[in-house]
């Protein structure tokens, strides 16, 4: 695949399945060329005709009886995703049809394009740097708002124009400490030790602030947890049912049915979350002469609020029949500093007055939502605070997310090794003596691992697993 630059590919590009709109992308010296022998343009004109950046009507040919309306998008070199012509025919998004316009082409001589050939390409030519490569890898495997987000913002070059930054100033420092050594003879001052300094302490704490404050993209990958809690017999189990559309959890009238972790994928608004339905936790003065609970009662009760520790929103389910009390409280130490919802259940056994009683009777500082998992009532608008909860943090304009990966983590922190090492030997070394070249040594270590984190420096191992984790078509 890369060592095949000049051959025109093909592949189908919009995602699998039916669709209103299907798209087959070529790229290649003959993209023009291959598509005009399909292409049907409604002007008369030929596709090789066909300027930069434009949209033309027209039908595309599937067979010599049969054609269908279609859309021709030209891109021209070097103004394209891959810095080669590109033609996008759009047409209608049935897989079969798809397939026969794909194979018309390469049966006149595209070649079905590899897994992220198309950004390959552009990464080959120049149009991309390796991170942003990679933001083109996560926005495609991306599973939740969270992850996008964190693509989107290496797609655009966050990482990128942050590392180039480290790279051209420590390169700078280096071209002077290099004439320096160059020119040890002659009486010219290049450049001096609290410059040195001050440049290397400077990289070094804006290399330890993006290294702390982006997440791992791994972790990225886990779905923010939400735990249902509450008393036993309060209807967690009906309720995470309810939202989830599944039947995994049983519902019983008898209190203490569930005592293992349930979870469950719940699709809120913005975003998806692993719903968890846990066991009742009874508060000691409820139970009978405040004799101890059973011992699978016991372990169920600290698994759960174990699971308090590590969960991103807590809902208690409170019976709306009964009048709410602080809860017990082990559950209120683990709620602490925690985004809690109530959820009022039951609220089909109760009138509106005794609702809106009960409501107003609650601690201002929760927000609750009257429910009934039984009917259905109230589900809904459940969905939509724990959606707003989760993914509607007020995101800050001048730090957008960036999360990295084990491969970008690991060339940062070897960046900062060789920093932190020069700044050592700076601490401990007159700058006027000689060995200087250590120095230089140290800070073309900390250049390299930047342009390794770019990509000015690879390695086919690397790139196969990268493009790896691409799909046909992008």
Not at 350 to 370: F, G, H, Q, V
Not at 381 to 408: H, V
Not at 457 to 474: A, E, P, W, Y
Request: proline letters at 5%; charged letters at 25%; a negative charge.
């Amino acid at each position: 695949m890369l060592d095949r630059p000049d051959d025109t590919i093909v592949a189908i590009s919009s995602a699998p399945g039916c669709g209103a709109r299907g798209i087959v992308r070529l790229s290649g010296p003959a993209a023009h060329a291959l598509a005009d022998q399909i292409f049907i343009r409604d002007d008369k004109k030929h596709l090789t005709e066909a300027v930069g950046h434009e949209r033309l009507l027209g039908r595309v040919r599937i067979d010599e009886r049969a054609t269908i309306p279609a859309e021709a998008y030209s891109f021209r070199a070097p103004a394209s995703y891959t810095r080669q012509d590109i033609v996008e025919i759009h047409t209608i998004g049935s897989p079969a049809v798809l397939a026969m316009v794909l194979e018309a082409l390469t049966s006149r001589g595209a070649r079905t394009a590899g897994p992220g050939e198309f950004t390959a390409r552009a990464f080959f030519s120049g149009a991309m740097d390796l991170t942003r490569v990679e933001g083109v890898a996560a926005m495609i495997n991306a599973r939740n708002d969270s992850q996008l987000r964190a693509s989107e913002a290496l797609l655009h070059g966050k990482l990128s124009r942050q590392s180039s930054a480290f790279r051209n100033r420590l390169a700078d420092l280096l071209a002077m400490i290099e004439a320096d050594i160059d020119f040890a003879e002659e009486p010219i001052e290049f450049v001096t030790l609290p410059v040195i300094l001050e440049t290397l302490d400077d990289v070094i704490a804006s290399l330890n602030r993006l290294i702390a404050d982006a997440p791992s993209t791994e972790r990225l990958e886990i779905l923010p947890q939400v735990l249902l809690t509450g008393r036993p017999n309060s209807g967690k189990s009906t309720l995470f049912n309810s939202l989830t559309g599944m039947d995994r959890a049983i519902r019983s009238a008898t209190a203490g049915t569930t005592r293992d972790i349930i979870p469950g994928p719940l699709r809120v608004q913005n975003g998806e979350v692993l719903l968890l339905d846990s066991a009742g936790v009874t508060p000691g003065h409820e139970r009978i002469a405040n004799e101890p609970l059973p011992e699978p009662d016991q372990i169920a009760q600290r698994i759960a609020l174990r699971q308090l520790a590590s969960a991103e929103l807590i809902i208690v389910v409170a019976d709306i029949q009964k009048s709410f009390e602080q809860p017990h409280k082990h559950l209120t130490d683990a709620l602490a500093n925690k985004p809690v919802l109530i959820a009022a259940n039951k609220t089909d056994t109760i009138s509106e007055m005794a609702i809106t009683k009960w409501m107003t009777e609650l601690d201002a500082r929760y927000t609750a939502i009257p429910i009934s998992a039984k009917t259905g009532e109230g589900i809904e608008q459940l969905k939509n605070a724990i959606g707003k909860a989760i993914f509607d943090a007020p995101a800050s304009d001048e730090m957008p997310t960036l999360a990295l990966s084990n491969r970008q983590r690991a060339a940062l922190n070897e960046a900062l090794a060789s920093l932190k090492q020069a700044r050592n030997w700076c601490e401990h070394t007159d700058y006027n003596q000689s060995h200087t070249e250590l120095l230089a040594l140290h800070l073309r270590e900390a250049i390299n691992a930047f342009s390794l984190l770019e990509g000015r420096v690879t390695t086919d191992d690397l790139l196969d697993r990268i493009f790896s984790r691409f799909c046909i078509g992008k």
